[in-house]
């Protein structure tokens, strides 16, 4: 069984391009949030999850925050990605 994936993104972000790319070509099904539409109060539950972090993608893998597109390609890249998904 997979890990729920939760990445929350706004339109035009190439970053979120990008992670939800390289998620599609791996074949993780992921839930997309579009921050322009949550409630201030989900903002602030939010920025409490990930410490204050500003930017987006914000890429939640089950429970645990990963941080933003760069973080995904490099959790990618040394291998650590697929055991992160696999719970």
Same mark, same amino acid.
């Given at each position: 069984?997979?890990?729920?994936?939760?990445?929350?993104?706004?339109?035009?972000?190439?970053?979120?391009?990008?992670?939800?790319?390289?998620?599609?070509?791996? +074949?993780?099904? *992921?839930?997309?949030?579009?921050?322009?539409?949550?409630?201030? /109060?989900?903002?602030?539950? #939010?920025?409490?999850?990930?410490?204050?972090?500003?930017?987006?993608?914000?890429?939640?893998? +089950?429970?645990? *925050?990963?941080?933003?597109?760069?973080?995904?390609?490099?959790? /990618?890249?040394?291998?650590? #990605?697929?055991?992160?998904?696999?719970?």
């Amino acid at each position: 069984m997979s890990v729920p994936v939760t990445i929350y993104t706004t339109t035009t972000c190439p970053y979120c391009i990008r992670a939800k790319h390289l998620l599609s070509n791996k +074949g993780v099904q *992921f839930t997309e949030i579009n921050m322009p539409s949550i409630s201030s /109060e989900e903002r602030q539950a #939010l920025a409490q999850k990930t410490n204050n972090y500003r930017t987006v993608p914000q890429i939640f893998i +089950g429970e645990k *925050f990963i941080g933003g597109s760069d973080d995904l390609a490099k959790l /990618e890249r040394d291998g650590s #990605l697929d055991a992160l998904l696999a719970g």
